[in-house]
């Protein structure tokens, strides 16, 4: 479980408007671990989401490189990039983008149909997926039927379902109740666990960000170690 499953070698980010430049991420250097929980705190604006998804090949770093067990990944093209992200990372966003028109259990389901797993199959996995977030009542009811947590967790399931090596999540809880919060937190933290999976959470809340076996803090695309 001491494996490198990340290395993060200074790399930067700006972006260019009009004439100026905004140097987003400075030179960040990072190894993460196979198992690790790790949380990064900071301010909105401080470059957190920005790190999220480059790490996890939705966007690219202006320099600077990010190995996946020793494979270079910032260098991979976009159809290399896609099937990276389809076969080892499971993104968690604060907004849900679930398809309105599907039911829950098709929603949940979806990356396995993109995959042309065939439909029993899918729908066997999808309903063991919708029983560990708690939502077998909810099985056939669409989106907008459901509350904002529950909405969350179907994401999570749906994000999951390829039991993929590498959770990201940026601020899963933002748009939810404290409490509620808690439990969706809970959630993702079950099946972390029961996959062995790497957990990189991005949240602007103390107490989250509090819960991680590593804990960063983000300030001005710089990142910190917060020790005990």
Not at 14 to 29: A, L, M, Y
Not at 90 to 117: C, S, W
Not at 136 to 152: A, I, T, V, W
Not at 186 to 203: D, G, M, R
């Amino acid at each position: 479980m001491n494996d490198i499953i990340l290395k993060v070698s200074n790399i930067t980010k700006i972006f260019k408007k009009d004439s100026n430049e905004i140097n987003v991420i400075k030179g960040i250097s990072l190894d993460i671990l196979q198992g690790d929980f790790v949380t990064i705190m900071g301010p909105s604006g401080a470059g957190k989401s920005t790190f999220l998804h480059i790490l996890g090949t939705l966007d690219k770093p202006t320099s600077g490189e990010i190995f996946y067990r020793g494979e270079n990944i910032s260098k991979y093209n976009e159809e290399q990039a896609s099937n990276f992200r389809s076969e080892k990372i499971g993104f968690v966003f604060q907004f849900y983008h679930l398809l309105q028109d599907f039911t829950v259990i098709e929603n949940i389901a979806m990356p396995l149909f993109i995959k042309r797993v065939k439909m029993d199959k899918a729908l066997k996995k999808a309903e063991i997926f919708l029983e560990m977030m708690g939502l077998k009542d909810r099985r056939n009811h669409k989106p907008g039927e459901l509350s904002g947590g529950e909405q969350q967790r179907v994401a999570i399931a749906r994000a999951l379902i390829n039991e993929p090596e590498i959770i990201l999540a940026d601020e899963l809880t933002g748009n939810l109740d404290r409490k509620t919060g808690k439990d969706v937190l809970n959630y993702i933290l079950n099946i972390y666990n029961e996959f062995s999976a790497t957990l990189i959470l991005v949240t602007h809340d103390p107490e989250l960000g509090s819960m991680g076996k590593r804990r960063l803090n983000m300030i001005d695309g710089e990142l910190f170690e917060i020790k005990n």
